[in-house]
Each structure stands twice: as structure tokens, then as C-alpha cells.
């Protein structure tokens, strides 16, 4: 069965700092992989999505993500954080040609002034 | 812009009463899904819908039902709301290579 795992429930780092959220996905095939941002109160918004091809892939505000079939990880980055990053970011998993999105728990990130 | 509406934002439900959670898209997407997100488990799938006329159980179909009266529209419904049904839900649609949008969610409290 597909399953992610979200290891950090909480994240804090400081300005300017850079970032990683770690993601570790279980499935037999390669799957697709997402990462949703949620700011308070709000519904989740797509961050980036990976399918196929190169392993780093770019999202929106600066955020990249890498996948690694080797390590079945698929880990948000962010060089430089801003306060207004601090939100729960979800990683995401489906099998190719689904939508049904499989969540992991979330890490709550803030962003310490 | 791709749109999806949840109705209503926050509801408070007696033990044993009837809920019904409405979501509207404008996206004309052929899915819509009901997730409901709790502290710890982020967010699991209750039921989805491939298009109108159309649902399926998710992974905790318990003690909810859902309708697809049209491409548009997609309820939950409790028949029998328990307290173990508060939590925040939220609906989505999507379709096989597009993003899948959420809406803002609704608060559910059950007493």
C-alpha cells in the first residue's frame, strides 16, 4: 500500500536560513509526488509536483524539491526562507494516471523574525 | 481562476442530527474528492467521485455518504453525526494531469 511519512511534525528555523522538509514515500512503483502548502485557515495549495524526468524540480516562491527513487524520498528545499513561508507543508503521493492523493501527517514550519 | 466553494465554512451539530457539507467548483473538472484533516494524520480521503451520478468510498467511508448530482456539486453527508466527526473538511477537484485544487475547508464541531 502507498503511504508517506512526514518525520518532523515541527520545523523551526530563522530568517534567511535555508531549509529542508523531509519526505519518504512507500510504493512499488514510481510514483507521482507532490508538495502542498497550507497557510491558516486556508485550503491546501500546490507547491510543485514531480512525474518523471529530471529529479529536481522547481516550484512556486523559490521552493525546489529533489526525488530519489534509491532512498524513496522526495525532500522540500528552500535556500532562503521569508516569515510569510511559515504554513504546514504536506507531501503527496498518488499512483501515475490517479488523482487520489495520499498525505502525509504535515510539518508545521515557522519562521522564526 | 480555477475555484472551488465550500458551504458552509463552520457548522455546530448535535450528536445524532443530519449534516450535509456542500462544495461547488467552476474548474469542470470530471473528480471531486472529500478529505477531512485531523491533527496528526494529515489529511484522508472519505469519498470521491469520477463525475455526475458517480461515488466512491475512500479510506474512512464510515458513517459518511456522498452525492454527485451534477459536475459542479459534490456533498458529504452525515446522517448520524457523532462527535467523532468533528474535524475540518475539505473538498477538491482534479483531473488526471491538472493540479488538484482545494477548497478553504469547513469547520465541523459536532456536540
Known amino acids: 500500500a502507498q503511504s508517506v511519512t512526514q518525520p518532523d511534525a515541527r520545523v523551526t528555523v530563522s530568517e534567511g536560513a535555508s531549509l529542508q522538509l523531509r519526505c519518504k514515500y512507500s510504493?512499488?512503483?514510481?510514483?507521482?509526488l507532490f508538495w502542498y502548502v497550507q497557510y491558516p485557515r486556508q485550503g491546501l495549495q500546490m507547491l510543485l509536483k514531480y512525474y518523471s524526468g529530471d529529479p529536481v524540480v522547481q516550484g512556486v516562491n523559490g521552493f525546489e524539491a529533489e526525488f530519489s527513487k534509491s532512498d524513496s524520498s522526495f525532500h522540500l528545499r528552500k535556500a532562503s526562507v521569508h516569515w510569510s513561508d511559515s504554513a504546514v507543508y504536506f507531501c503527496a503521493v498518488s499512483a501515475s494516471g490517479s488523482w487520489q492523493l495520499i498525505f502525509g501527517s504535515g510539518t508545521q514550519l515557522t519562521v522564526m523574525p | 481562476e480555477a475555484a472551488v466553494t465550500q458551504s458552509p465554512r463552520n457548522k455546530v451539530a448535535v450528536t445524532g442530527g443530519k449534516v450535509t457539507l456542500s462544495c461547488n467548483q467552476t474548474?469542470?473538472?470530471?473528480?471531486m474528492y472529500w478529505y477531512r484533516q485531523d491533527t496528526g494524520h494529515g489529511l484522508r480521503l472519505i469519498h470521491y467521485s469520477y463525475g455526475a451520478g458517480s461515488t466512491e468510498k475512500g479510506d474512512i467511508p464510515d458513517g459518511y455518504k456522498a452525492s454527485r448530482p451534477s459536475q459542479e456539486n459534490f456533498s458529504l453527508i452525515l446522517e448520524l453525526a457523532t462527535p467523532s466527526q468533528t474535524s475540518v473538511y475539505f473538498c477538491?477537484?482534479?483531473?488526471?494531469?491538472?493540479?488538484?485544487?482545494f477548497g478553504k475547508g469547513t469547520r465541523l464541531t459536532v456536540v
Open positions: 474548474n469542470n473538472h470530471n473528480n
Open positions: 510504493y512499488s512503483a514510481t510514483p507521482y
Open positions: 477538491a477537484s482534479g483531473d488526471a494531469g491538472t493540479e488538484v485544487f
